[in-house]
């Protein structure tokens, strides 16, 4: 594949132009910094331009393929680029907006370029040694990147679709998987805290007359037969983990696949993620995790994902 350099600040236009609030229009939509990730957009506040506060910072006005990228902390990932955005539409201040200024570059493969996570670390550590009182970058740090890009436009519009085809894949499956959460913790409330789960006619338990009793432990009814328990009493075995070394030492020649805190996302705690070989200490193998065993994350829960998070082994052994 045939590529080329390209220095940003040559091929790109920066904070184009701002709303002029002598001319306000009646209804103004505004962008804030925090409600952009990843070109995921959880908020935009519609102002009455008559009645409402005006932000001091609701200022930037932007285009179709406007890029937007947060000046403060850019390892939050708070960028994306707009595809038809309202004509009332301005965002923060906090943003810088980029708009390509040649008809040789793709915009959305120029955005997928510009937000690789190399080029986000780079900017981080800019933004750490920045003088500010927060970490932040200029526009001029984004403006002396130089990008290697595929030589054809074609080919750049092409790499641009497909991954922006396979965001809106992602985003729509954790937007299912939202709804199936919210629809498990619906089905759990209805089941085990109002007790109306299925009775043997499959009609709500309680709801159908179905007898019930005081539990002094809980200080409420629950129904008949029903017990109080401590988890305890429920596991057979705990097991601890082990972080092994790296290669084969000694007697630590059991060959592992080693679950981090970071891994537990998904089904069996795997997902888009990469786990380390280890090798543990061959007197340990009572730790290696079997079929529907738990994981529970004691600690090292990272900013965004708290401790305590869970994962249930399916299939295979580890």
């Given amino acids: 594949m045939e590529t080329k350099k390209v220095l940003i600040r040559n091929v790109c236009k920066f904070n184009l132009e701002k709303i002029n609030m002598n001319e306000l229009p009646d209804k103004l939509l505004y962008l804030d910094t925090g409600s952009i990730t990843k070109n995921i ?26 890029i937007i990228y947060s000046t403060v902390r850019p ?36 955005y997928y370029k510009l937000t690789m996570k190399e080029i986000t670390n780079y900017l981080q550590t800019i933004a750490e040694n ?96 029903w017990k109080v328990e401590k988890l305890s009493s429920l596991i057979k075995s705990t097991k601890t983990g082990d972080w092994g070394k790296d290669e084969i030492s000694g007697k630590h020649t059991t060959k592992v696949v080693c679950f981090r805190g970071a891994d537990i996302n998904g089904l069996n705690g795997l997902e888009e993620c990469n786990p380390p070989i280890r090798y543990i200490h061959e007197k340990s193998e009572d730790k290696l995790l079997d079929i529907h065993d738990l994981i529970i994350e004691i600690s090292g829960g990272s900013p965004t994902q708290s401790t305590g998070r869970i994962a249930f082994i399916t299939e295979g052994v580890y």
């Fill in 130 to 225: 920045s003088v500010s009182a927060y970490p932040s970058i200029t526009p001029d740090n984004i403006a002396n990147i130089e990008l290697k890009l595929p030589k054809y436009k074609t080919l750049q519009e092409k790499i641009g679709k497909l991954l922006y085809n396979l965001d809106i894949k992602i985003e729509l499956n954790n937007k299912i998987i939202s709804e199936l959460e919210a629809m498990a913790k619906t089905l759990y409330d209805y089941w085990f805290v109002q007790f109306d789960f299925p009775n043997e006619e499959g009609k709500p338990y309680k709801s159908s007359g179905g007898a019930m009793e005081r539990s002094e432990e809980l200080k409420r009814e629950i129904p008949v037969g």
């Fill in 75 to 110: 390892n939050q990932n708070h960028y994306g680029i707009l595809k038809n955005p309202d004509n009332n539409l301005v965002v923060s201040t906090g943003f810088v907006t980029i708009d390509i200024d040649t008809d040789e570059i793709d915009p959305m493969f120029f």
């Fill in 41 to 66: 957009i959880s908020n935009i506040q519609v102002l009455d331009t008559q009645k409402d506060k005006i932000p001091s910072r609701a200022r930037k006005k932007v285009k179709n393929d406007t």
